[in-house]
Nanobody, 127 residues
């Protein structure tokens, strides 16, 4: 089990950027693939991006590809989501999650792969 705490959310204008962070404590951070999910009002939670434990492989969903980048710093036990050119459709609560797996990340991962979840951080994009 790893405990996760997200930060970095906020209210921004369309076209702005934000960087979300997620700090993990407890078990060895690099033993976990990490992911970002989001849930918009009235919608189901959806996968955004994931990265392998080593950070070598990652996958970003098509809806944000080219705008969002996932990365991690295992020495700091921190996961990041750099979000550029934000638009109103990106408004959601963003959650980071940890999956105890060692395989490369080459596709979207189902949420049931993830055993630890953060509390979420709100991102609002509006004029």
């Amino acid at each position: 089990q790893v405990d996760l705490v997200e930060s970095g959310g906020g209210s921004v204008l369309p076209g702005d950027s934000l960087r979300l962070s997620c700090v993990g404590t407890g078990r060895t951070f690099s033993d976990y693939a990490m992911g970002w999910f989001r849930q918009a009002p009235g919608k189901e939670r959806e996968f955004v991006a994931a990265i392998s434990g080593s950070g070598v492989s990652s996958y970003v969903t098509d809806a944000v590809k080219g705008r969002f980048t996932i990365s991690r710093d295992n020495a700091k036990k921190t996961l990041y989501l750099q979000m550029n050119t934000l638009n109103a459709e990106d408004t959601a609560v963003y959650y980071c999650a940890a999956a105890p797996r060692t395989l490369p990340v080459i596709a979207a991962l189902p949420d049931y792969d993830f055993t630890s979840w953060g509390q979420g951080t709100q991102v609002t994009v509006a004029t």
